[in-house]
């Protein structure tokens, strides 16, 4: 969780759910993955991942124009999810007493760290945002960062636990 007095924190992820994320980017290329990482409590350890299956993006060609050809010229560049979809989240999350704790989503051509936009259309700013980084599919990297309100971005560092759930 990012630290209340500012200083980057850390994102612990269960080794088993960061292979399983990895692997599932790595399947999706030459598509992107992106979606939210779900914790049992606020700003807890996550204990699953949720890939958004919908992407409207090309729906809202004036939310990406401002940044330039790339986004057009790159159809897997950029990604909102379908309303009726983050309604579908919300509920699941409230079915299953979850709560988001970060946002993720796969780097193809960009290197480790958020790209303006990513800044730009970063959800929340109490959510951590974690970037699976595919330059080279056989070595993915696995970078975070903390971005909040109004504040500089910062690297948080990214733990790898071997338990397979959060700690006791
Ligand atoms: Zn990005």
Request: proline share 11%; net charge positive; aromatic share 10%.
């Amino acid at each position: 969780m990012p630290d209340p007095a500012g200083a980057p924190g850390r994102v612990v992820l269960p080794g088993a759910l960061a292979g399983r994320l990895v692997a599932q980017a790595q399947r999706a290329m030459p598509g992107k993955v992106f979606g939210y990482f779900l914790a049992t409590r606020r700003f807890g350890d996550p204990v699953e991942y949720l890939v958004m299956r919908t992407n409207t993006r090309d729906a809202e060609p004036d939310l990406f124009s401002p940044y330039g050809r790339y986004f057009a010229d790159h159809s897997d560049a950029g990604f909102v999810c379908a309303p009726r979809e983050s309604l579908a989240v919300e509920r699941y999350l409230s079915r299953h007493g979850l709560h988001k704790v970060g946002v993720f989503h796969s780097h193809q051509r960009h290197p480790g760290f958020l790209t303006t936009v990513d800044a730009d259309l970063h959800p929340a700013p109490d959510l951590w945002h974690l970037l699976v980084v595919l330059r080279n599919p056989y070595y993915p990297l696995l970078r975070a960062f903390a971005a909040p309100a109004g504040r500089r971005i910062t690297e948080m560092s990214v733990v790898i636990s071997p338990a397979a759930g959060p700690a006791p």
